[in-house]
Protein backbone atom coordinates (compact mmCIF):
# COMPACT_ATOMS: atom_id res chain seq x y z
CA UNK A 1 0.00 0.00 0.00
CA UNK A 2 1.24 3.20 -1.20
CA UNK A 3 2.62 5.56 1.84
CA UNK A 4 1.28 9.30 2.41
CA UNK A 5 2.92 11.48 -0.21
CA UNK A 6 3.41 15.48 0.00
CA UNK A 7 3.94 18.19 -2.62
CA UNK A 8 5.92 20.13 -3.33
CA UNK A 9 8.95 18.90 -1.22
CA UNK A 10 10.94 22.06 -1.00
CA UNK A 11 9.59 25.22 -1.15
CA UNK A 12 12.03 28.64 -0.96
CA UNK A 13 8.80 31.86 -0.90
CA UNK A 14 9.73 35.16 0.00
CA UNK A 15 7.86 37.21 3.17
CA UNK A 16 4.39 38.30 2.56
CA UNK A 17 3.68 35.79 -0.25
CA UNK A 18 1.27 32.80 0.19
CA UNK A 19 2.09 28.93 -0.18
CA UNK A 20 -0.32 26.07 -0.92
CA UNK A 21 1.07 22.29 0.22
CA UNK A 22 -0.74 19.25 -0.73
CA UNK A 23 -1.10 15.75 1.29
CA UNK A 24 -2.39 12.52 -0.75
CA UNK A 25 -3.27 9.93 2.65
CA UNK A 26 -3.19 6.50 2.42
CA UNK A 27 -5.46 4.33 0.27
CA UNK A 28 -8.17 4.09 2.44
CA UNK A 29 -7.51 6.97 5.24
CA UNK A 30 -10.14 9.82 5.76
CA UNK A 31 -8.21 11.54 8.34
CA UNK A 32 -5.28 14.13 7.33
CA UNK A 33 -3.42 16.14 10.10
CA UNK A 34 -1.03 18.63 9.59
CA UNK A 35 2.04 19.85 11.83
CA UNK A 36 4.60 21.99 11.88
CA UNK A 37 7.74 21.37 12.43
CA UNK A 38 10.38 23.39 14.13
CA UNK A 39 14.06 23.07 16.02
CA UNK A 40 12.33 25.39 18.33
CA UNK A 41 9.00 24.71 19.22
CA UNK A 42 9.58 20.89 18.05
CA UNK A 43 6.39 19.53 16.59
CA UNK A 44 2.69 21.35 16.83
CA UNK A 45 -0.54 20.36 15.76
CA UNK A 46 -2.25 22.38 13.13
CA UNK A 47 -5.90 20.96 12.06
CA UNK A 48 -7.16 17.98 11.16
CA UNK A 49 -9.80 16.70 8.48
CA UNK A 50 -12.36 14.04 8.27
CA UNK A 51 -14.36 13.44 5.34
CA UNK A 52 -13.96 17.03 3.93
CA UNK A 53 -14.46 18.89 7.52
CA UNK A 54 -12.30 20.25 10.03
CA UNK A 55 -12.83 18.51 13.44
CA UNK A 56 -9.88 20.52 15.59
CA UNK A 57 -7.63 22.96 14.94
CA UNK A 58 -3.95 24.01 16.93
CA UNK A 59 -3.59 27.35 18.06
CA UNK A 60 -2.37 28.96 14.78
CA UNK A 61 -3.03 32.74 13.48
CA UNK A 62 -5.97 32.39 10.90
CA UNK A 63 -3.19 32.73 8.12
CA UNK A 64 -3.16 28.82 8.19
CA UNK A 65 -6.14 27.77 6.70
CA UNK A 66 -6.54 24.31 5.13
CA UNK A 67 -9.36 21.95 3.35
CA UNK A 68 -9.99 18.59 2.70
CA UNK A 69 -11.58 17.08 -0.95
CA UNK A 70 -14.03 14.20 -1.68
CA UNK A 71 -10.99 11.80 -2.16
CA UNK A 72 -9.28 12.80 1.06
CA UNK A 73 -6.41 14.42 -0.41
CA UNK A 74 -5.93 17.70 1.78
CA UNK A 75 -4.23 21.23 0.95
CA UNK A 76 -2.96 24.21 3.60
CA UNK A 77 -2.40 27.10 3.07
CA UNK A 78 -0.43 29.60 4.54
CA UNK A 79 -1.17 33.52 3.55
CA UNK A 80 1.16 36.13 4.11
CA UNK A 81 4.25 34.36 4.58
CA UNK A 82 6.30 35.51 7.76
CA UNK A 83 10.30 34.31 8.50
CA UNK A 84 9.13 32.39 10.83
CA UNK A 85 6.95 30.90 9.11
CA UNK A 86 10.21 28.71 7.98
CA UNK A 87 9.62 25.09 9.14
CA UNK A 88 9.06 21.13 8.19
CA UNK A 89 5.40 21.18 7.18
CA UNK A 90 4.15 17.11 7.81
CA UNK A 91 0.65 15.47 6.41
CA UNK A 92 -0.54 12.78 8.79
CA UNK A 93 -2.87 10.26 8.06
CA UNK A 94 -5.14 8.26 9.68
CA UNK A 95 -8.21 5.94 8.91
CA UNK A 96 -9.97 8.78 11.24
CA UNK A 97 -12.83 6.61 12.71
CA UNK A 98 -14.48 8.37 15.46
CA UNK A 99 -14.42 7.64 19.29
CA UNK A 100 -12.59 4.82 21.51
CA UNK A 101 -9.06 3.52 22.06
CA UNK A 102 -8.51 1.45 19.11
CA UNK A 103 -5.34 1.86 16.86
CA UNK A 104 -7.81 3.87 14.48
CA UNK A 105 -6.07 7.03 15.64
CA UNK A 106 -2.69 5.60 14.50
CA UNK A 107 -1.01 8.76 12.29
CA UNK A 108 1.51 7.76 9.70
CA UNK A 109 3.27 11.02 8.28
CA UNK A 110 4.35 11.90 4.76
CA UNK A 111 7.93 12.50 3.80
CA UNK A 112 6.78 16.58 4.70
CA UNK A 113 7.83 19.65 2.51
CA UNK A 114 10.69 22.19 3.88
CA UNK A 115 9.32 25.60 3.56
CA UNK A 116 12.37 28.54 3.51
CA UNK A 117 10.54 32.09 3.49
CA UNK A 118 13.22 34.66 2.60
CA UNK B 1 4.16 22.66 32.70
CA UNK B 2 4.55 21.65 29.41
CA UNK B 3 1.94 19.39 28.46
CA UNK B 4 4.51 16.46 27.22
CA UNK B 5 7.86 16.12 28.74
CA UNK B 6 10.73 14.63 27.42
CA UNK B 7 14.83 14.43 28.36
CA UNK B 8 16.19 16.17 25.14
CA UNK B 9 19.17 14.29 26.46
CA UNK B 10 21.43 13.13 24.01
CA UNK B 11 21.24 9.73 25.56
CA UNK B 12 24.16 7.80 24.82
CA UNK B 13 24.26 3.94 25.26
CA UNK B 14 26.67 1.49 23.70
CA UNK B 15 25.75 -1.12 21.15
CA UNK B 16 24.03 -4.37 22.88
CA UNK B 17 22.92 -2.05 25.54
CA UNK B 18 19.30 -1.14 26.42
CA UNK B 19 17.90 2.45 26.04
CA UNK B 20 15.45 3.59 28.32
CA UNK B 21 13.08 6.45 26.70
CA UNK B 22 10.99 8.68 29.15
CA UNK B 23 7.86 10.70 28.81
CA UNK B 24 5.97 12.50 31.01
CA UNK B 25 2.17 14.13 30.25
CA UNK B 26 0.25 16.64 32.20
CA UNK B 27 -3.09 16.01 30.53
CA UNK B 28 -4.97 13.05 32.71
CA UNK B 29 -7.40 12.75 29.93
CA UNK B 30 -4.81 11.49 27.74
CA UNK B 31 -5.85 7.65 26.74
CA UNK B 32 -3.27 6.57 24.20
CA UNK B 33 0.23 7.04 23.65
CA UNK B 34 3.01 7.19 20.70
CA UNK B 35 6.17 6.71 20.23
CA UNK B 36 8.06 8.08 16.71
CA UNK B 37 11.47 7.48 15.87
CA UNK B 38 12.61 10.35 13.33
CA UNK B 39 16.07 10.49 11.65
CA UNK B 40 17.87 13.42 10.67
CA UNK B 41 15.97 14.84 7.46
CA UNK B 42 13.23 12.30 7.47
CA UNK B 43 9.38 12.19 8.94
CA UNK B 44 8.65 11.00 12.15
CA UNK B 45 8.12 6.91 11.71
CA UNK B 46 5.38 5.50 13.98
CA UNK B 47 7.09 2.59 16.48
CA UNK B 48 4.70 1.35 18.66
CA UNK B 49 1.25 2.87 20.80
CA UNK B 50 -0.31 1.74 24.55
CA UNK B 51 -3.59 2.51 25.84
CA UNK B 52 -3.94 0.17 28.82
CA UNK B 53 -1.34 0.42 31.86
CA UNK B 54 1.83 -2.09 31.64
CA UNK B 55 4.11 -3.43 29.66
CA UNK B 56 3.48 -3.57 25.20
CA UNK B 57 5.85 -5.42 23.78
CA UNK B 58 7.32 -5.29 19.82
CA UNK B 59 10.41 -6.81 19.16
CA UNK B 60 13.39 -5.33 20.38
CA UNK B 61 11.07 -2.41 21.48
CA UNK B 62 8.67 -2.02 25.03
CA UNK B 63 6.54 0.55 25.83
CA UNK B 64 5.34 0.79 29.24
CA UNK B 65 2.71 3.05 30.71
CA UNK B 66 1.62 4.27 33.97
CA UNK B 67 -1.21 6.50 33.79
CA UNK B 68 -1.32 6.94 37.84
CA UNK B 69 2.23 8.52 37.44
CA UNK B 70 1.33 9.95 33.62
CA UNK B 71 4.55 8.21 32.77
CA UNK B 72 5.23 6.25 30.09
CA UNK B 73 8.53 4.71 28.57
CA UNK B 74 10.32 3.06 25.73
CA UNK B 75 12.97 0.39 26.11
CA UNK B 76 14.84 -0.56 23.18
CA UNK B 77 16.51 -3.88 23.93
CA UNK B 78 19.73 -4.96 22.08
CA UNK B 79 20.76 -1.33 20.99
CA UNK B 80 22.30 -1.01 17.22
CA UNK B 81 23.60 2.15 15.89
CA UNK B 82 20.57 1.92 13.48
CA UNK B 83 18.45 2.94 16.15
CA UNK B 84 20.72 6.40 16.44
CA UNK B 85 17.61 9.20 15.82
CA UNK B 86 15.65 10.98 17.81
CA UNK B 87 12.45 9.59 19.80
CA UNK B 88 9.02 11.77 19.91
CA UNK B 89 6.42 10.65 22.24
CA UNK B 90 3.05 12.07 21.39
CA UNK B 91 0.00 11.81 23.39
CA UNK B 92 -3.80 11.97 22.12
CA UNK B 93 -7.31 12.69 24.00
CA UNK B 94 -9.00 9.74 21.91
CA UNK B 95 -11.58 12.13 20.97
CA UNK B 96 -9.95 14.93 19.35
CA UNK B 97 -8.03 13.59 16.85
CA UNK B 98 -5.08 15.60 17.42
CA UNK B 99 -1.25 14.34 19.05
CA UNK B 100 0.52 16.08 21.22
CA UNK B 101 4.18 15.87 21.05
CA UNK B 102 7.21 15.98 23.34
CA UNK B 103 9.97 17.65 21.89
CA UNK B 104 11.87 14.48 21.17
CA UNK B 105 15.13 12.63 23.33
CA UNK B 106 18.09 12.20 20.98
CA UNK B 107 19.50 8.76 21.24
CA UNK B 108 23.03 7.59 20.32
CA UNK B 109 24.69 4.60 20.05
CA UNK B 110 27.78 3.62 20.01
CA UNK B 111 29.29 0.73 18.24
Known amino acids: KAGVTQTPRYLIKTRGQQVTLSCSPI?????VSWYQQTPGQGLQFLFEYFSETQRNKGNFPGRFSGRQFSNSRSEMNVSTLELGDSALYLC?????????????????FGPGTRLTVL | QKEVEQNSGPLSVPEGAIASLNCTYS??????FFWYRQYSGKSPELIMFIYSNGDKEDGRFTAQLNKASQYVSLLIRDSQPSDSATYLCAVNRGSNYKLTFGKGTLLTVNP
Open chain 1, 92 to 108: ASSPGLAGGLSSYNEQF
Open chain 1, 27 to 31: SGHRS
Open chain 2, 27 to 32: DRGSQS
